[in-house]
Nanobody
Framework: QVQLVESGGGLVQAGGSLRLSCTAS????????MAWYRQAPGKQRELVAS???????NYADSVKGRFSISRDNAKNTVYLQMNSLKPEDTAVYYC????????WGQGTQVTVSS
């Protein structure tokens, strides 16, 4: 079974940065359009950023200019660089395919203090 593992979250002050990583077993991520999602307490999961198999990227309006999604195919890893973090970015962050989801991983908690 495909297993997605997210890491890199933590507690950071507003204006700070974090880089999230997503690795996978039993699947080659480069074959897929991948995305980062987040879910804040009491809210639905939302798509934050996506990257196609050929490297085209898209971002939610709320993170444009602050977040950057990338991939390292040699490491079978997808990254989310998050800069200028705001308290409203606080959430559990997940990676997955953009369509036809794999089983969801545990996610990684990002907490931004004001």
């Amino acid at each position: 079974q495909v297993q997605l593992v997210e890491s890199g979250g933590g507690l950071v002050q507003a204006g700070g940065s974090l880089r999230l990583s997503c690795t996978a077993s039993r699947v080659i991520l480069s074959f897929n359009a991948m995305a980062w999602y987040r879910q804040a307490p009491g809210k639905q999961r939302e798509l934050v950023a996506s990257i196609s198999s050929v490297g085209n990227t898209n971002y939610a309006d709320s993170v444009k200019g602050r977040f950057s999604i990338s991939r390292d195919n040699a490491k079978n890893t997808v990254y989310l660089q998050m800069n200028s973090l705001k308290p409203e970015d606080t959430a559990v962050y997940y990676c997955n395919r953009q369509n036809s989801y794999y089983p969801w991983g545990q996610g990684t908690q990002v907490t931004v203090s004001s």
